[in-house]
């Protein structure tokens, strides 16, 4: 007797059938990298069906998240061995927010999310689906090694990952947003209301039996990064932010701190008087003014960004606004066309 979809979820490890496979890319001005992504899913779309990790062809959902470009253009009339779904944001609404819809609309009994440049291997997803028949409701996609990143990328990612972990930040390090979901996951992730998303976080948070696939990441088939420095920046900000109160707690820790220094200066120039001693007036006076300056608009920023975060939550805004879905059905004498460089070489 078949499972239905509600009770897939309930059954023991062992018990778990072959899933469906849902596949989330969001896609900013990808109109380069899209020929190689659809070769990479197409080839492991192949390798699911041949190993009988999945019984049916994948679904791909494409999310346009504003292009500039022919993103679009492609999604609309590109056609595979498998379906491909296109979901068309109103605006260009960030990467977390494109990978957000495309997971509360995929219907899959799994969800993977990647993204489209292929530096997270298409083929790991073998691995996360037996990881998940084993009884993982989330499988997270965890790099090897930063090999492909600069001295300095790798200093400050081990930097950030290590400030994250004294403010009580729970991540795990050198994993973005390459991992799998069941259906389960993904559903309580949808009872999250907020609006200032971190899905490496939020995901985390949601407990449930994980595992950990590591994979080699690879240079960027096409294009260029997306992630300049200002929203790498934001991105930290927000991972800080959004799980953690102790930035709050270290100003208050601060402002003691600055409290009994003023007192211990103030009982020096106390004894200095008394024994007669004068204390050069223009260091005394304006160096302690110019530090407590500083440390009042550190503190006033480091606040601001929590108010900011409190007056975006209680507007309640949309968080993506859909304009248009299209599905393309699977064809299966459809084969994905071939990248720029196999042309060339052609």
Not at 11 to 25: A, F, K, M, Q
Not at 118 to 146: C, T, W
Not at 163 to 176: E, Y
Request: charged residues 25%.
């Amino acid at each position: 007797m078949p499972y239905s979809k509600n009770d897939r979820e309930n059954l023991t490890p062992r018990e778990r059938p072959t899933p469906t496979l849902s596949i989330v890319v969001p896609c900013y001005n990808e109109e380069e990298s899209l020929p190689f992504l659809l070769e990479g899913i197409d080839k492991l779309n192949e390798n699911l069906l041949a190993t009988g990790r999945i019984e049916q062809p994948l679904t791909l959902w494409l999310v346009d998240d504003g292009s500039a470009d022919r993103t679009w253009e492609l999604i609309k009339t590109t056609t595979a061995r498998f379906e491909i779904s296109g979901i068309k944001l109103s605006r260009n609404h960030g990467h977390q927010y494109a990978l957000l819809a495309g997971l509360m609309q995929a219907d899959g009994d799994v969800i993977v999310s990647m993204d489209a440049d292929l530096q997270d291997d298409p083929n790991a997803a073998g691995e996360m689906i037996d990881h998940y028949r084993k009884g993982s409701e989330i499988v997270f996609g965890v790099r090897a090694s930063r090999t492909t990143d600069s001295a300095l990328k790798r200093k400050t990612a081990q930097g950030y990952y290590r400030l994250l972990s004294i403010l009580g930040v729970d991540l795990i390090p050198d994993h973005a947003d390459y991992r799998l979901m069941s259906r389960k996951a993904r559903d309580t992730l949808a009872s999250f209301g907020e609006s200032n998303l971190y899905l490496r976080g939020l995901v985390h948070k949601l407990g449930f039996q994980t595992s950990i696939v590591t994979y080699d990441r690879a240079e960027r088939s096409a294009g260029e990064s997306k992630y300049n420095l200002r929203r790498m920046i934001s991105l930290a900000i927000d991972g800080i932010t959004s799980f953690s109160v102790r930035p709050l707690r270290l100003i208050t820790l601060s402002g003691f701190f600055i409290a009994a220094a003023s007192f211990l200066f103030i009982a020096y120039a106390l004894v200095a008087w008394f024994m007669g001693e004068t204390i050069p007036g223009w260091a005394s006076t304006t160096l302690p003014i110019y530090f407590l300056g500083g440390a009042h608009l550190i503190a006033l920023g480091v606040i601001g960004e929590y108010i900011g975060k409190i007056y975006t939550e209680t507007k309640a805004r949309p968080r993506f606004i859909i304009d248009t879905t299209i599905h393309n059905d699977a064809n299966e004498t459809a084969k994905p066309e071939a990248a720029p460089n196999q042309k060339a070489a052609e």
